[in-house]
């Protein structure tokens, strides 16, 4: 065994440290090779965005809400209605769970069972 | 004239402001073996921020004049505008067309204009040389 117990397998740290020295100079050596006259503070440092007008940060992230636009889309009606039952006031909920009960008593005093 | 001040090739970004498609399909033609100006390192890039040229082609419709003058304000100094086609210079067949707000250069200056409907490429790749002399001259004063 050598190199710190782990021998010469892909998993050695030492390989990994030197994998990261590489990828440092490299990333390094084309940065330098980039365009040094640009002005700096102008809009030559913006974002490119196919000559759009670059939105802020927050409004160009997808919010996880848009990945379930087709199952929205799709359960609308459903949503819509129960959307527009749950007002979030305590008193309408009250009333609900009241009418519920009673709807209830009333089957099942009809077929009997109270 | 000694081209040195420049010690790479030209990289232009191509911006369609309106066209009907023509002068694009000329300055493509450029890139064929016919012509291949790729030979001389005369390429298109993907984005301003890399570019030498910016080739202008259209007359400016009202919705392109922000983002012709936003990509013009995103290519790095310095940097020649080259304006291919008659439309571009005053309107060719959109003249007078209500929602057009062209010409080029009333958006943006324009340092080769290159006439034609649409310009051959050998009047293509000429404007380039000559914007690539006009480079080399604010190469040199800078």
């Known amino acids: 065994m050598s190199i710190l117990g782990l021998g010469y397998s892909p998993w050695s740290p030492i390989f990994w440290l030197l994998a990261f020295v590489v990828v440092i100079i490299m990333v390094y050596f084309f940065r330098r090779r980039g365009r040094k006259k640009y002005k700096k503070d102008t809009a030559q440092t913006k974002v490119f965005l196919c000559g759009e007008e670059v939105p802020e940060a927050k409004q160009r992230h997808i919010k996880a809400h848009n990945v379930y636009w087709g199952f929205f889309e799709t359960m609308k009606e459903y949503y819509d209605a129960n959307i527009k039952a749950h007002t979030g006031i305590i008193n309408d909920y009250i009333i609900w769970f009241l009418v519920l009960i009673a709807i209830s008593a009333i089957i099942l005093f009809i077929v009997g069972i109270v | 004239m000694n081209l040195s001040a420049i010690k790479r090739a030209l990289w232009a970004y191509h911006i369609n402001t309106g066209s009907c498609n023509g002068c694009d399909i000329e300055i493509l033609a450029t890139l064929t073996p016919r012509y291949d100006v790729e030979r001389f390192g005369i390429m298109l890039v993907g984005s301003p921020r890399h570019a030498d ?32 086609g008659s439309c571009g210079m005053e309107g060719g067949v959109f003249y007078e067309s209500y929602n057009l707000v062209g010409p080029v250069d009333q958006i943006i200056p324009v340092d080769v204009y290159v006439p034609g409907c649409p ?20 190469e040199q004063v800078a």
């Open chain 2, 53 to 84: 040229v910016l080739l202008v082609t259209g007359p400016v419709a009202r919705q392109m004049a922000p983002r012709l003058k936003r990509v013009y304000e995103q290519t790095p100094d310095p940097k020649v505008v080259l304006q291919v």
């Open chain 2, 119 to 138: 310009p051959r490429p050998e009047a293509i790749i000429e404007a380039v040389a000559k914007a690539w002399v006009k480079l080399e001259k604010a």
